[in-house]
């Protein structure tokens, strides 16, 4: 089956620094979102992308979809020690499904 | 206030006793979904409904049911808990019903089950 997988896993960095996190769909999606969970919360609705090779910003948070929409990526820029949690993507299952395929997620730990 | 509230938060209980989650959404939203949180694994999807009455199996929906009778609520039964259904279970929902809707989900708090 479909599946959405992210990397890396985890991902330590200091104040300051910049953090990637990377998005890997087997199938086309025609969509793709992002979510963030901050430590013992539920997860929050960030973005979503749509058009190939989509490029948003938010803040220092810049969003990419890959132009064959099967992947997108998330970069922080200067990482704060509020941007610590986990990092999911998500998109849809595919064919006339309503099905939502979220990805591994990544764990982002800041070091002030 | 716009949310989706699930109970019980917290529950400890033993294999084979009938158990119920609760959730419950005053946006209105035709969809509802249930997931469950496992370390390494992300969130996985075990049921969904489109509306009332119309419900889908997501990628785990072994061990699990689901109702829709009303819009507002979308319960999670497990009729015979087993250890392996210890997990941190999230319910969402969200507007539109078309196939890769691409609205946003609004996820409950979460509800942490441990079967023993």
């Known amino acids: 089956g479909q599946q959405v997988m992210q990397i890396p896993q985890y991902q330590h960095v200091q104040e300051g620094e910049d953090f990637t996190t990377y998005c890997n769909s087997s199938?086309?999606?025609?969509?793709i979102q992002w979510y963030k969970q901050r430590p013992g919360g539920h997860p929050v609705f960030l973005i979503q992308l749509v058009k190939s090779g989509e490029v948003k910003k938010q803040k220092r948070l810049t969003f990419q979809f890959g132009e064959a929409k099967k992947n997108s990526s998330l970069h922080i820029t200067a990482t704060q020690t509020t941007d610590v949690g986990t990092y999911f993507c998500?998109?849809?299952?595919?064919?006339?499904?309503?099905?939502?395929?979220f990805g591994t997620g990544t764990l982002l730990a800041v070091q002030p | 206030e716009a949310q989706v509230t699930q109970n019980p938060r917290y529950l400890i209980t033993v294999t084979g006793k009938k158990l119920t989650v609760t959730c419950s959404q005053n946006m209105n939203h035709e969809y509802m979904s249930w997931y469950r949180q496992d370390p390494g694994l992300g969130l996985r999807q075990i049921y969904y409904s489109m509306n009332v009455e119309v419900t889908d199996k997501g990628d785990v929906p072994e061990g699990y049911k689901v109702s829709r009778k009303e819009k507002r609520n979308f319960p999670l039964i497990l009729e015979s808990p087993s250890p392996n259904q210890t997990s941190l279970y999230f319910c969402a929902s969200r507007s539109g019903t078309g196939p890769n809707s691409n609205q946003p989900q609004h996820f409950g708090d979460g509800t942490r089950l441990s079967i023993l």
């Open positions: 199938t086309t999606l025609s969509n």
């Open positions: 998500a998109g849809p299952g595919g064919g006339a499904t309503n099905k939502l395929i």
